[in-house]
C-alpha cells in the first residue's frame, strides 16, 4: 500500500505564504504524476496544481504566477509553494499520486492523502 502525508497547512493572513509537504510512503515502487487539490465547503474538489515526474507542470488559473509545485522524487515528496494567499484559497488542500507497489510494480493506483487545512484570513 500507498500513504500520502500531508503537513504545512495552517491560518494565515491575506498576502501571506504557506508551503505544503506531502510524503508518500509503503511499498512505493513508482510515481508518475503528483497533485494537488483542494475543496472548499459546499464547492467540489479542484485541481490546484500538478506535476509529472519529469517535472512537467500546469496550474489552475486561479493559482497561476502564486503556487508553484515542485517535487523531490528520490523522498517521493511534492511541495506547494503558496504565496500571496487570499482568502479565496481557503479550503482544504490534498495530495494526490499514481502510483505502483513492489507488489504490483505494473498496476498503476491513485491515491489520496488525508488532506491538510488551509485558511487565509483578511
Known amino acids: 500500500q500507498v500513504q500520502l502525508v500531508e503537513s504545512g497547512g495552517g491560518l494565515v493572513q491575506a498576502g501571506g505564504s504557506l508551503r505544503l509537504s506531502c510524503a508518500g510512503s509503503g511499498s512505493i515502487f513508482s510515481i508518475n504524476t503528483m497533485a494537488w487539490y483542494r475543496q472548499a465547503p459546499g464547492k467540489p474538489r479542484e485541481l490546484v496544481a500538478a506535476?509529472?515526474?519529469?517535472?512537467?507542470?500546469n496550474y489552475a488559473d486561479s493559482v497561476k504566477g502564486r503556487f508553484t509545485i515542485d517535487r523531490d522524487n528520490a523522498k517521493n515528496t511534492v511541495y506547494l509553494q503558496m504565496n500571496s494567499l487570499k482568502p479565496e484559497d481557503t479550503a482544504v488542500y490534498y495530495c494526490?499520486?499514481?502510483?505502483?507497489?513492489?507488489?504490483?510494480?505494473?498496476?498503476?493506483?491513485?491515491?489520496w492523502g488525508q488532506g491538510t487545512q488551509v485558511t487565509v484570513s483578511s
Open positions: 494526490n499520486a499514481d502510483a505502483t507497489t513492489r507488489q504490483a510494480m505494473t498496476v498503476w493506483l491513485n491515491y
Open positions: 506535476i509529472t515526474r519529469g517535472g512537467r507542470t
